[in-house]
């Protein structure tokens, strides 16, 4: 962390000092405010089976084994009617076998599709203060902490100032989201309960034609040198409005000094929603066209015999893509965004869909399908939640890929190597307690 940061939290408690009482426990109190504390305990397990001529195979290692533990405490504090402050902290423990081979892959070739948990991924070299630490680390295991929200909020009449580490979701997506360009969810991502939060300044104003207006600035620096640079750094706008019974989203933004326009539109036929996401990007130094990235989704809900069913179906165009995979591994822009966490896949076209039905009350599950309709190879996410008690959600599931040797989940080649990249067959178990 900082010393800027250290400074900010010192004065903050030093201002808050005076008024702070402990009730009990983890709870706390600040004398003429209001509070809400809460987090998470979580625990993961996970079993894969690389493939033999896998790139993700550890040498010796038939099977791999991972997991993790986290936690997170969540603080909010009404300082006023019109200023809220907001910490998320959490502290990260987890590593295995696909820990070890990931850090041998990315010492090799740098950025690399697939591979280790998300947890163990965040780092805080491009944001503007360094707010991750690392308590321990092997080739196999890491644990670390840091903090991932702190922002302070103010809620003048006009509408909403936002300062600090805080996370942003922009567009309509089910799995695949284009005009989500800050830190979006994987489309096999299970977990989607928090976002990385990035540093950043938000301005929301609410409009009076039923919509509102973002102003976003993300000052990032360059992990190489260590300073805030332009190029490295994202302004954007966002201005939402509905006509009728439909929505629409407008977006301009400078993006790692790419433009970026997109547009949005949400609606309903007869008693189905369907969204619609188009964005193109220009790159800055003109040498190559920009591209066009595009998504369209439609999903339905209805009971039948006492059972709620609910179900969407995604289709995805990434321009970026390319159907020659060893030459898509080595586009510069395409792995330069993977690296980044904006993009997840590294084809064109994509279909997809989720079918979600209640067994009981307390027991869900889930079947999750993406399909590389170029290739075709696809993989499949099956997937039950139950809530074991009021504040406990057990979940199992697995992933599983699909594709002839070429496609891009069967397995292609690394360009100069005989080794495939190529996801692993696995399953998990999550425990999670709430409080």
Not at 22 to 36: H, S, W
Not at 96 to 101: H, Q, S, V
Not at 166 to 186: H, K, R, S
Not at 204 to 217: E, H, K, N, R
């Amino acid at each position: 962390m900082t010393p800027v940061v250290y400074k900010c939290l010192f004065l903050c408690l030093l201002f808050m000092a005076p008024q702070v009482s402990i009730v009990y426990g983890l709870e706390f109190k600040i004398a003429g405010t209001d509070n809400q504390l809460g987090g998470h305990v979580k625990a993961i397990g996970s079993v894969s089976w690389p493939r033999e001529n896998s790139c993700f195979k550890p040498e010796g290692v038939r099977t791999c084994y991972d997991g993790g533990l986290e936690l997170r405490l969540k603080h909010k504090v009404f300082i006023s009617d019109t200023l809220v402050l907001k910490t998320h902290y959490e502290t990260v423990y987890s590593g295995g076998d696909t820990r070890r081979k990931q850090n041998e892959l990315e010492t090799e070739y740098g950025a690399f599709p697939g591979g280790a948990m998300q947890s163990e991924a965040v780092e805080d070299e491009r944001r503007l203060f360094d707010m991750t630490r690392t308590i321990d680390e092997t080739d196999k295991f890491i644990h670390r902490h840091r903090i991932d929200r702190l922002s302070l909020s103010v809620h003048p009449q006009w509408g909403t100032i936002s300062l600090g580490r805080q996370a942003l979701t922009w567009g309509n997506g089910m799995l695949f989201n284009p005009l989500d360009l800050f830190n979006p969810f994987a489309p096999d991502d299970i977990e989607k309960d928090y976002k990385i939060g990035d540093d950043m300044g938000l301005i929301q104003i609410p409009t009076p034609a039923m919509g509102d207006v973002q102003i976003l600035y993300v000052p990032r620096r360059d992990p190489e040198k260590g300073d805030v640079r332009w190029d490295h750094s994202s302004l954007a706008a966002k201005f939402r409005f509905a006509t009728g019974l439909k929505e629409i989203d407008l977006l301009a933004a400078s993006h790692y000094k790419d433009f970026v326009a997109g547009m949005g539109l949400t609606g309903y036929v007869l008693n189905a929603a369907w969204r619609f996401s188009s964005v193109w990007t220009a790159f800055h130094d003109g040498n190559r066209d920009g591209f066009l990235t595009v998504c369209a989704n439609i999903d339905y809900s209805l009971v039948w015999r006492n059972k709620n069913i609910y179900g969407f179906l995604e289709a995805y165009y990434n321009g970026l893509g390319d159907r020659d995979y060893e030459q898509a591994f080595v586009d510069e822009q395409l792995m330069d965004r993977i690296d980044r966490g904006e993009m997840f896949t590294l084809g064109r076209f994509y279909t997809a869909g989720r079918l979600q039905i209640e067994l009981h009350p307390l027991l869900n599950t889930y079947l999750t399908v993406i399909v590389n309709a170029g290739d075709p190879s696809c993989l499949i996410l099956p997937r039950f939640s139950w809530d074991a008690a009021e504040s406990i959600e057990i979940t199992a599931g697995g992933e599983f890929a699909f594709g002839d040797t070429g496609t891009e989940f069967g397995g292609f080649k690394i360009p100069g190597s005989d080794l495939l990249v190529q996801p692993a067959d696995s399953i998990f178990l999550r425990l999670t307690c709430y409080f």
